[in-house]
């Protein structure tokens, strides 16, 4: 199975910019499609974006759209979420995902990264 690692979270004022990283280790992610979601407090887990497995095709909520932009580094083993534009209300929990196909549901999750957007 495959471990999940979050890291690039932080604060950053509104307006700003990071970039999410989730590495891989025990499998390949070239053989899984992966996801973002995030928590805010007192909310659920919110679905954020998604990266397929074949052909690495992206969708986003309408909420982050034109803003974060997810992409893979199969030879790194990592997946990234671009996070730009950074909104107050962005703040959360970030976790990456991973599913062995593009229509099941994620099995394999990370710990999470903090993202604290500032007004």
């Known amino acids: 199975q495959v471990q999940l690692a979050e890291s690039g979270g932080g604060l950053v004022q509104a307006g700003g910019s990071l970039r999410l990283s989730c590495a891989a280790s025990g499998r390949t992610i070239g053989t899984y499609a992966l996801g973002w979601f995030r928590q805010a407090p007192g909310k659920e887990r919110e679905f954020v974006g998604r990266i397929t497995r074949v052909g690495s095709a992206t969708y986003y909520v309408d909420s982050v759209k034109g803003r974060f932009t997810i992409s893979r580094d199969n030879a790194k083993n990592t997946v990234y979420l671009q996070m730009d534009s950074l909104k107050p209300e962005d703040t959360a929990v970030y976790y990456c995902?991973?599913?062995?196909?593009?229509?099941?549901?994620?099995?394999?999750w990370g710990q999470g990264t903090q993202v604290t957007v500032s007004s």
């Open positions: 995902a991973a599913r062995r196909a593009d229509n099941v549901p994620y099995d394999y």
